[in-house]
């Protein structure tokens, strides 16, 4: 538990100034919680010894009030630095680990690790902003008031008060135990947790080549299983927790049958008088009170830690600039020199050397799987290298920060993606501060103002998440247009024509060359029409070896990899169908 209340604090940054205010203003609301405690015992004595006034009674309610109003503002002042902190600092939380993903390696979104991403920022964020504060409420409420109660009944009665705290090292000890246990079985859980999460995403983002197959619902095996094992891992969490649970309240109701027989038994004797009877027979009810909330609590503390454990796993993570180095290009060459690059053991490129000049169009082409996206990925450093370098103006990418490489680039993807936001904003993406003119004048270049403006609300129209309202050729060229205004140095294109209609292309393509005038152009090539103008021709085989280099029509006279592709794709021209 202290555990837990170390990494809060720590997590909590410069906010801990708050949280300890809050412990002060909880200390002096558990104070005032023991004073009707004390003006209790009392009036009880007085009664007793029938000494009590109708004065006496006036005085002691006017404190009693005081000291209930006084409770009233601590609670106040509690909730005010803990509950504005525990927003806060999952808000500043939330950008820092958006901050860490953009510089992380596109590894740590793979298939197998993406589900921990988005359970940590959809799910554990959550369950701490929503019960960190709380906890740190009731924890401190519950040591504080065991604290100030053991000295209250202590000053009373010694003998009584180690009668009621006899059970105390009992539920310590089984205390310990359900923390152990909920620690395992919360891990467990939240991993199961992990495993839904993939597989809803994979669920939702395949949605309709499963209903094209039929595999939706129960056919969707995968998703069932999957669930049906989170259910019992889910259960088993709940079950293993009843057994000492219940143990642990039973200690403190043994406790309360031990004060109702030895406080007689002690008053017989003459060691207590009649008063503090029945004041531990009064208070026995509610003395354990804030130590049965802390196994209230047992299961979230521990899913807590479990919660915080895989956003710190996330959080140490390597980022690919984590250093003070930040080199700057006054020119944007791109060269790779000896390259060697792996996808965890699967080797993709292998000893890769070019340089395309400065405003000059570079063209990728090579079968599938053999590295031409990947080249792409390690000059915007989405990736860095194993071996050899990647400089762009003749500087290392390694030595310049994330931010400033990819502030060089705009890239064209195949697939394009849309934020579920306006066209207006979806196009200053590329340039957050671009006025609504400029914004225009990009997406007339682009040759997508003309279906902006049919659109319902113009530029103000809101696309759907994916930019599923709008056809292929649209998305791709407002992606197009976000890169026009974006105006960056180098331009990267993944064939952003090649599933595109005919119809579409040719906008495309007049769009396409009203981006890359005076740019280092880089483009990774399905189609082999779109690159016979390319300044430079890169070939790649399938097992990422760079074979062939050189113009469209140096290439063809080589009769190499190149000239077979291009005789072949003459030959695809040609076929048609034969209704015969």
Known sequence: MAGILIRIFKLAGKEKKNLILAFIFNFFESTCMMIPLYFMLLTLRDITENTLTMDITLNRVFYMLIALLGQYIFNLLVHFFQSGTGFRMMNKQRIKMGDKLKRMPMGCFSDNKIGDVTAVLTNDLTFVETFSMQFLSKVANALISTILIIVFLLCISWKMTIVAMIVYPIAFLLNIKIQKDFKKYGEQRQEKQSEVVSVLL???????????????????????????????????????????????????????????????????????????????????????????????????????????????????????????????????????KNVHFSYERKPVLKNISFKSMEKSMTAIVGPSGSGKTTISNLIARFWDVQKGEVLIGGINVKSMKCDTVLSNISMIFQNVYLFNDTVLNNIKLGRPDATIDQVIEAAKKARCHGFISELENGYDTVIAEGGSTLSGGEKQRISIARAILKDAPIIIVDEATSNVDPENEKELQDALNSLVKEKTLIVIAHRLSTVKKANQILVLNKEGILVEKGTHQELIDNKGIYSEFWSKRMKARNWKINSN
Request: charged share 20%; proline share 3%; with cysteine.
């Open 202 to 336: 994979e669920y939702i983002q395949g949605i309709s080549v499963i209903k094209a197959l039929n595999l939706s619902g129960r056919n969707f095996k995968k998703l069932e299983s999957i669930l049906a094992r989170f259910e019992k891992t889910a259960l088993n969490f709940e079950m293993k927790a009843v057994p000492l649970n219940t143990a642990f309240m039973c200690c403190f109701q043994i406790s309360i049958g031990l004060i109702l027989y030895f406080a007689p038994q002690l008053y017989i004797s003459e060691d207590i008088s009649l008063a503090i009877v029945m004041m531990f027979i009064i208070v026995a009810f509610r003395i354990y009170t804030p130590v049965e909330a802390l196994s209230i609590y047992s299961g979230i503390i521990r899913l807590m830690d479990t919660c915080l454990n895989r956003l710190e796993n996330i959080m140490s993570v390597q980022p690919l600039d984590d250093n003070d180095k930040d080199e700057k290009a006054d020119r944007f060459d791109i060269e790779f």
